[in-house]
Nanobody, 123 residues
Framework: QVQLVESGGGLVQAGGSLRLSCAAS????????MGWFRQAPGKEREFVAR???????TYTDSVKGRFTISRDNAKNTVYLQMNSLKPDDTAVYLC?????????????????WGQGTQVTVSS
């Protein structure tokens, strides 16, 4: 497993932007596929985006065209750039890692999790 620490959350008005970061421990960051999930109060954990070891990424439909996931293996960090934020994007955002070659959108495919960072979008 790998230890993950998220940062970059906060309060932003609708239409604004935030960039989340997730720093990973260890020297084998490049062997992990990375994902971002979010969880709003009273709701299940929801897949947001994932990026493979080599770079291809996948997004849930509600964030396509607004969010971009990227990774910097030299810095052991994965990012989530969030633009055109909406109140519905309000949630705790969690970073996750897996050594599966082709993880699905299920949180059960991921075995390392950060503590989460709060994103609040006001209308």
């Amino acid at each position: 497993q790998v230890q993950l620490v998220e940062s970059g959350g906060g309060l932003v008005q609708a239409g604004g932007s935030l960039r989340l970061s997730c720093a990973a421990s260890g020297r084998t960051f490049s062997r992990y596929a990375m994902g971002w999930f979010r969880q709003a109060p009273g709701k299940e954990r929801e897949f947001v985006a994932r990026i493979s070891r080599s770079g291809p990424s996948t997004y849930t439909d509600s964030v396509k065209g607004r969010f971009t996931i990227s990774r910097d293996n030299a810095k052991n960090t994965v990012y989530l750039q969030m633009n055109s934020l909406k109140p519905d994007d309000t949630a705790v955002y969690l970073c996750a890692a897996t050594d599966l070659w082709a993880p699905t959108a299920s949180p059960y495919d991921y075995d390392s999790w950060g503590q989460g960072t709060q994103v609040t979008v006001s209308s």
